[in-house]
């Protein structure tokens, strides 16, 4: 018997799914309503983002015609995480083009420890206003690094080098490398 001519008993998904799916109430003299299981009070998150976010490293990004990013941009990230010994599963990548992003929702959501705003990012001018570019900086505790010159860096000129660089010294110092 193959994997795809497999059949389950009711007997045998009952023990996989020991809670109902689907629930029946009593609503008056033998009238019933389905009642879907689950949990109402938990809320959709309102940020759809690219990555796991099991370090709660938060990419901020604002691509119009993208979905996330722009896949020459996605290739240089990756290069980035991955000398800062980081995968995409680390970090949440959040396209700000796609939905507003308000600082506390976006605490409350992926709770982040460091985020990096990959590009000019539209509403958090006023955030980061004064802070050097690529360099590290607290709000509320969390660390903030811009880097308003993204696209520039994933060119292969001497303006590019330099910049990569400055990213580079931020980066040793924020994951001690």
């Known amino acids: ?6 059949s389950l ?7 996989l799914y020991p809670e109902s799916l689907v629930s029946e109430k009593t609503i ?19 940020y759809p983002f690219l990555g796991q976010n099991s370090r709660s490293i938060c990419f901020l990004v604002h691509y119009p015609d993208n979905e996330f990013i722009p896949g020459d941009q996605l290739v240089f990230l990756l290069k980035i ?7 995409l599963d680390d970090i949440a990548l959040v396209n700000t ?21 990959w590009g000019l990012i539209p ?19 969390i660390t903030v690094i811009p880097v308003t010159h993204a696209e520039q860096m994933s060119r292969e000129n001497a303006e590019a080098v330099e910049l990569k660089r ?8 924020l994951f001690s490398l």
């Open 123 to 141: 509403g958090w001018a006023e955030i980061t206003n004064g802070f050097p570019d690529m360099s590290l900086s607290q709000v509320d505790g």
């Open 28 to 46: 008056g003299p033998g009238k019933k309503i389905p009642v879907k299981a689950g949990n109402p009070s938990t809320p959709i998150a309102p």
């Open 97 to 117: 083009a796609k939905t507003q992003v308000k600082t506390d929702e976006l605490k409350r959501q992926l709770h982040p420890g460091i985020i990096f705003l």
């Open 81 to 87: 995480l991955t000398a800062c010994k980081c995968s």
């Open 166 to 173: 400055q990213l580079w010294v931020s980066l040793k110092k």
């Open 1 to 6: 018997m193959g994997i795809n001519d497999f």
């Open 9 to 15: 008993t009711d007997e045998i998904i009952a023990a």
